[in-house]
């Protein structure tokens, strides 16, 4: 069974920055490339990163484009998303997603990232 | 970069009816890389449809999608109290990856 646990987040200042976490288990991780989606309090999903099952290419929304590094961990199954210069507007869960090419297939729970001083 | 158009934002129908789900993308979607999702409250999205018409594993064949190229339907045939919720399209073919702002389909 895949699982997916998001960590990492919670209460930050503007201008400040987190790493947030996706542990995998239940399949082969190296196999997969992985994407970050995050949704607003109350709002809809936007996508905002991707990277490759090997990690050599990286996409990102135009939105976090230099504040945000997604980068991953093949030998300890781990994404990561570093995130840089937070605003108010960066406020929402963030789910890690398992892809299959690039859909988005499994979905973790999310963490939570709240930016406010 | 495309960007996608869901219609209607709010479906108010009854359990037993027939829900139909717009997704219009800015352009041409390639190869028809264009998925459905459905969340619920306090619930991580969950895959129904994907490359425009295949269903996830495990989802009732009460689900359809249909189209191609720049014009999507997600179709629930009869609507089952478990099927109330919020219904988000993306494409997956180009890099950005957008969705669309969603259609919440409740009770009448």
């Known amino acids: 069974e895949v699982q997916l646990l998001e960590s990492g987040g919670g209460l930050v200042q503007p201008g400040g920055s987190l790493r947030l976490s996706c542990a995998a288990s239940?399949?082969?991780?190296?196999?997969?490339?992985m994407s970050w989606v995050r949704q607003a309090p109350g709002k809809g999903l936007q996508w905002v990163s991707g990277?490759?099952?090997?990690?050599?290419?990286?996409h990102y929304a135009d939105s976090v484009k230099g504040r945000f590094t997604i980068s991953r961990d093949n030998s300890n199954n781990t994404l990561y998303l570093q995130v840089n210069s937070l605003r108010a507007e960066d406020t929402a869960i963030y789910y890690c997603?398992?892809?299959?090419?690039?859909?988005?297939?499994?979905w973790g729970q999310g963490t939570l990232v709240t930016v406010s001083s | 970069e495309i960007m996608l158009t869901q219609s209607p934002g709010t479906l108010s129908l009854s359990p037993g009816e027939r829900a139909t789900l717009s997704c219009r993308a800015s352009q041409s979607v390639g190869r028809n890389y264009l998925a459905w999702y459905q969340q619920k409250p306090g619930q991580a999205p969950r895959l129904l449809i994907y490359?425009?018409?295949t269903r996830a594993t495990g989802i009732p064949d009460r689900f359809s999608g249909s189209g191609s190229g720049t014009d999507f339907t997600l179709t629930i045939s009869r609507l089952e109290p478990e099927d109330f919720a919020v219904y988000y399209c993306q494409q997956y073919g180009t890099s950005p990856r957008p969705f669309g702002q969603g259609t919440k389909v409740e009770m009448k």
């Open positions: 997603t398992k892809d299959s090419g690039w859909l988005p297939r499994d």
């Open positions: 990277i490759t099952n090997s990690g050599d290419t990286t």
């Open positions: 239940g399949f082969t991780f190296n196999n997969f490339a």
């Open positions: 490359d425009a018409s």
